[in-house]
């Protein structure tokens, strides 16, 4: 009776290594998944901070040069592209400052990290 039950089970500890295998393998995969879209959300996050701090850099030069050299006496000399200044930094972010508006004197700061931007507005 023993014998005959087993000999309709054959393959039996097949399958149920395969299911379990295939339990373990969707497990590792899912795991697998979301530690590379937070490795990736890590990467991006790393160059938003550089392109913000380009836009502060360039912010702050900004103000440097209003406060040293009086440069905002005349602002038409600026061009059609209203740009203030643009700079490279050695870290290999950039920064541009632009001239947006007079009254109030609107400044914005874009800084600028691979192919991330994040800028800053000043207004005095």
């Known amino acids: 009776m023993i014998i005959k039950l087993y000999k309709h089970q054959r393959g039996s500890a097949i399958m149920l290594t395969i299911f379990i295998l295939s339990a373990m393998m969707l497990i590792i995969f899912s795991s697998a998944t979301i530690v590379v879209s937070g490795l990736k959300m890590g990467g991006v996050q790393s ?5 913000y701090f ?3 850099a360039g912010a ?8 040293k050299t009086n440069a905002f ?3 038409s000399q600026l061009g059609q592209d209203n740009i203030f200044g643009t700079t490279t930094l050695s870290t290999g972010s950039s920064y541009v400052v632009n001239y947006d508006h007079f009254n109030p004197i609107i400044f914005t700061s874009i800084g600028i990290y691979e192919n991330t931007r994040r800028s800053v507005e000043l207004d005095f």
């Open 47 to 51: 160059q938003s901070t550089r392109a």
């Open 54 to 56: 380009a836009a502060e």
């Open 60 to 67: 702050e030069r900004l103000l440097y040069d209003f406060r």
């Open 73 to 75: 006496d005349d602002l």
